[in-house]
């Protein structure tokens, strides 16, 4: 269910621990309750309808290939995660990824592609942030991998961490619910 790593931060509050997708599954209701707290608020502004789904979104998300996660905990309680997956050989033919794709000029679209990791969600409650807990996860989540990639909205508070962590803005598109993206990369291996 979980990794045999449980790694205590350096600050001393927070234990993070790979978890599979089971082991995700069994957190639902704790990441629903951050996935509310994170997508409320500017600039995402989601509403019930979309929290509502976050249960079966999650299913979806835990039935595919590969599909892996780190959790951090504070006194035992999830506080945030980070999760996703390899990137498919071939661009999935869907909205998203056909937009995350295209995004993207033809030169850099072999960023979103195998050996890649795509980070799906990276969220961390609002009393968790400010300390580099994202940092952290974020850092163990690619560990392995020569590069990943993930889409943000681009006023999203976080795109400032993933530039200061040598990630890099390529492209952008808007999904089918209108919603502006961008399409950040990182290349682990420079």
Known sequence: MTGDLAHRDPTGHHVLTEVDAPGLLALAQPLERIYRA????????????????????????????????????????????????????????????????????????????????????????PGHRGHGLAGRLLERFVQGYPRAWLCTHPDAPARHLYRSRGWAQRGSFTDVNGVPLVVFTLDTTS
Request: charged content about 20%; glycine content about 8%.
């Open 38 to 125: 994170c997508f409320a608020e500017p600039p995402w502004n989601e509403d019930e309808a979309r929290f509502a789904g976050f249960a079966d979104r999650l299913a979806r998300h835990m039935a595919g290939p590969g599909v892996r996660g780190v959790v951090a905990r504070h006194d035992g309680n999830p506080v945030a995660v980070a999760y996703g997956w390899p990137s498919a050989p071939e661009v999935p033919d869907t909205p998203f990824y056909t937009g995350a794709h295209n995004a993207l000029s033809p030169a850099d679209r072999y960023r979103l592609r195998p050996p890649a990791i795509e980070v799906v969600e990276l969220m961390v409650a």
